[in-house]
């Protein structure tokens, strides 16, 4: 039996990255899980290639929109009937640049994508993890969310919001069987990374290698993480043990 046998998952920004590392511990695990993702091709693609025999499921979504986070917790208890694991997976950040020259809508889509939607997520699954008196939410924030950095003050602002909404969701639910965590991860080379990294390397002044460097020996290991780092933490937050 897997530690995560008869649980239903939810992942948003799940068919990427780390988003989709998780998953793919969670099936492994023995749970059902949903992921999300705006491209409908792209998640099915995903699912197709998890080789879940039925126990995974893509719901399109757009992290940024209030309705559709409301309607991916709908549709995982609609399929599932319960939901016992949230994963605020979705996040990033574009139009990176010093705060002088950055705009509102980039402000905006930051604060949307990484804190709003882990709120309407959150909010949502809530409504049935406390009747039930079990559930796991578990919030991929980031080392930048605990200091400061040069040119990506959008995401740092947004993790830093997430750190904190994390905090204050587990005191209001600690003795409900709820528990709710941050994973900070540090630089993971994702697609992501690969698209956001440069316009906010240029903001910052310097290379992308030297950005990537520059995370690298940040760490204490010296190296970019993996997504099979967070992957492995992510499977022991949402087991009984978490």
Same mark, same amino acid.
């Given at each position: 039996?897997?530690?995560?046998?008869?649980?239903?998952?939810?992942?948003?920004?799940?068919?990427?990255?780390?988003?989709?590392?998780?998953?793919?511990?969670?099936?492994?695990?023995?749970?059902?899980?949903?992921?999300?993702?705006?491209?409908?091709?792209?998640? =099915?693609?995903?699912?197709?290639?998890?080789?879940?025999?039925?126990?995974?499921?893509?719901?399109?979504?757009?992290?940024?929109?209030? =309705?559709?986070?409301?309607?991916?917790?709908?549709?995982?208890?609609?399929?599932?009937?319960?939901?016992?694991?949230?994963?605020?997976?979705?996040?990033?950040?574009?139009?990176?640049?010093?705060?002088?020259?950055?705009?509102?809508?980039?402000?905006?889509?930051?604060?949307?994508?990484?804190?709003?939607?882990?709120?309407?997520?959150?909010?949502?699954?809530?409504?049935?993890?406390?009747?039930?008196?079990?559930?796991?939410?578990?919030?991929?924030?980031?080392?930048?969310?605990?200091?400061?950095?040069?040119?990506?003050?959008?995401?740092?602002?947004?993790?830093?919001?997430?750190?904190?909404?994390?905090?204050?969701?587990?005191?209001?639910?600690?003795?409900?069987?709820?528990?709710?965590?941050?994973?900070?991860?540090?630089?993971?080379?994702?697609?992501?990374?690969?698209?956001?990294?440069?316009?906010?390397?240029?903001?910052?002044?310097?290379?992308?290698?030297?950005?990537?460097?520059?995370?690298?020996?940040?760490?204490?290991?010296?190296?970019?993480?993996?997504? =099979?780092?967070?992957?492995?933490?992510?499977?022991?937050?949402?087991?009984?043990?978490?």
């Amino acid at each position: 039996m897997g530690e995560l046998d008869g649980r239903v998952a939810v992942i948003s920004g799940g068919t990427r990255g780390i988003g989709r590392a998780i998953a793919e511990a969670y099936l492994r695990d023995g749970a059902k899980v949903v992921v999300s993702g705006r491209d409908q091709a792209k998640g =099915e693609g995903a699912i197709a290639e998890m080789n879940a025999g039925g126990n995974a499921h893509f719901v399109q979504a757009d992290s940024a929109v209030r =309705e559709d986070c409301e309607r991916l917790i709908a549709e995982t208890v609609e399929k599932y009937g319960r939901i016992d694991i949230l994963v605020n997976n979705a996040g990033g950040s574009k139009d990176n640049a010093p705060v002088a020259q950055l705009t509102d809508e980039a402000m905006d889509w930051a604060l949307k994508v990484n804190l709003w939607s882990t709120f309407w997520c959150s909010r949502a699954a809530l409504q049935h993890m406390i009747p039930q008196q079990w559930g796991r939410i578990i919030n991929i924030s980031s080392t930048e969310g605990k200091v400061g950095k040069p040119g990506i003050a959008i995401y740092v602002t947004a993790k830093h919001a997430v750190n904190g909404l994390t905090k204050s969701m587990a005191q209001e639910v600690g003795t409900l069987g709820i528990t709710v965590n941050a994973l900070c991860p540090g630089a993971i080379e994702t697609d992501m990374m690969k698209t956001d990294g440069p316009p906010a390397a240029a903001a910052m002044g310097i290379t992308y290698e030297a950005l990537l460097d520059w995370f690298a020996q940040e760490s204490a290991i010296k190296r970019l993480n993996d997504v =099979e780092d967070v992957a492995i933490v992510a499977s022991l937050l949402a087991s009984d043990a978490g």
